[in-house]
């Protein structure tokens, strides 16, 4: 088969710089691919400002790069195409789509057709009306209900830990301006959760309901374990909880003791001496004990926690704009 028969070229003039980029992540989607382009190339026709598609191919083992190749061979100057070396995974995938994309808004995207190009429009007005992050979310989700239920277990934790709420972190079709983007370049994390970093560092964030639709062809990249991965990655990459809660439980245990010491003592004086009461006594210095070895440990897990967040060099702010201290433009 020919693939490069499949793809028509895209009509209007080609900007060399983009306004908007689309970023897409490519892990043997070979059966998509050319669907995706063509529904992609009409909606992105269709806005009138310049574009550009960044093909990510995360490793693809199957006819993905070769098709890829076709589509860029049709629309030179509109579409890029990064092969990465093997497969790292769909949000480094993303993170090297970012760094090589130009436009002002970026939208991402999956290969599969699970979110219709077709709402890429919404999520440009949402991002114009003055949001740097906006979500995608797939109020009706087409996809088995342990992941259903999962993804919304999923949801609240990260809204939890991330500080913003949104009803759908999992949804990859996404807007972003550029200052978050290259903010999130900026970090180049080696575990990132993208949908989360980015929005951590959004100050006005919206989310616009879209469609989800089945896969069109091939089949899900993720099982339990690498979903199970990425929830660890956000846990770990966002929260210092676990360790934290090392030092809660030391509290804890040395409250208890604290208060089985003093009904031992009120034991005694009301009762006097006990044939058991040794023994009683000895629990209550082994708990201190164990709360002395928690709340030991729970230290040393602040301060590494403290060295972890330093090592992720994140920005520790991100500033919109500044103004004044010089005199203003002259109207005109
Ligand atoms: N993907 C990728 N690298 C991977 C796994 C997935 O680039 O290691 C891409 C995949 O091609 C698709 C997107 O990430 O465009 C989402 O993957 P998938 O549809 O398998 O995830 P699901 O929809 O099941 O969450
Ligand atoms: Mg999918």
Known sequence: MNSSAK??????????????????PVYNEAANLAPLWERLSRVMESLGRPWEVVFVDDGSTDRSPEILRAIAGAAWLRVRVV??????????????????CRGEMVVTLDADLQNPPEEIPKLLA??????????????????????????RLHNRV???????????????LRAYRRQIVDTVVQCDEKAAFIPALATSFAGRVAEVPV???????????????????????????????????????GLAVFALDVLLALALLAHRIIYGPQEEGALWVLFAVLFLFISFILLALGLIGEYIGRIYQEVRRRPTYLVRTVYGGEPPPPAD
């Open 7 to 24: 793809v028509s070229p895209v009509e209007s003039a080609p900007a060399l710089q983009p306004e908007v980029s689309v970023v897409i």
């Open 83 to 100: 092969e990465l070396a093997r497969n790292f995974g769909q949000h480094a995938a993303l993170l090297a789509g970012f760094r090589r």
């Open 126 to 151: 949402a991002l114009e009306a003055g949001n740097d992050v906006v979500g995608g979310w797939r109020e009706e989700r087409q996809d088995p209900l342990l992941r259903r239920v999962a993804s």
């Open 158 to 172: 990260t809204s939890a830990i991330v500080g913003v709420r949104m009803n759908d972190y999992g949804c990859m």
């Open 211 to 249: 469609v989800h639709q089945r896969r069109a062809g091939g089949a899900s990249k993720y099982n339990f374990l690498r979903l199970l991965n990425l929830s660890l990655n956000l846990i770990t990459g966002f929260s210092l909880a676990p360790i934290q809660a090392l030092s809660v439980a």
